[in-house]
């Protein structure tokens, strides 16, 4: 059974950083192009970033040049690397393979208020 746990989220201000992890289980991420994704308040939960088989990362345009993704092979981790942080950012962040969506984690709450 696959179990994804995210984890580091918090209370920043505008402007702060946040490094998000997500451990995985019953999944080897380095075989799934993987991403995060976050839900706002009454909003979608939609994809933020993901990380190729090659590693390389893509980005929704609301979070280019300050969104991260990398992956860890070894801990069978995925992290999300979250810069100059936005009142826009405030959502609740969890994990998961780009396609084929498996059962989602608890997430993790970013809130970034001043």
């Known amino acids: 059974q696959v179990h994804f746990v995210e984890s580091g989220g918090g209370l920043v201000q505008p402007g702060g950083s946040l490094r998000l992890s997500c451990a995985a289980s019953g999944i080897s991420v380095n075989r799934w192009t993987m991403a995060w994704y976050r839900q706002a308040p009454g909003k979608q939960r939609e994809l933020v970033a993901s990380?190729?088989?090659?590693?390389?990362?893509n980005y929704a345009d609301s979070v280019k040049g300050r969104f991260t993704i990398s992956r860890d092979n070894a801990k069978n981790t995925v992290d999300l690397q979250i810069n100059n942080l936005k009142y826009e950012d405030t959502a609740v962040y969890y994990c998961?393979?780009?396609?084929?969506?498996?059962?989602w984690g608890q997430g993790t709450q970013v809130t970034v208020s001043s």
């Open positions: 998961n393979r780009e396609r084929g969506i498996l059962s």
């Open positions: 990380i190729s088989l090659g590693g390389g990362g």
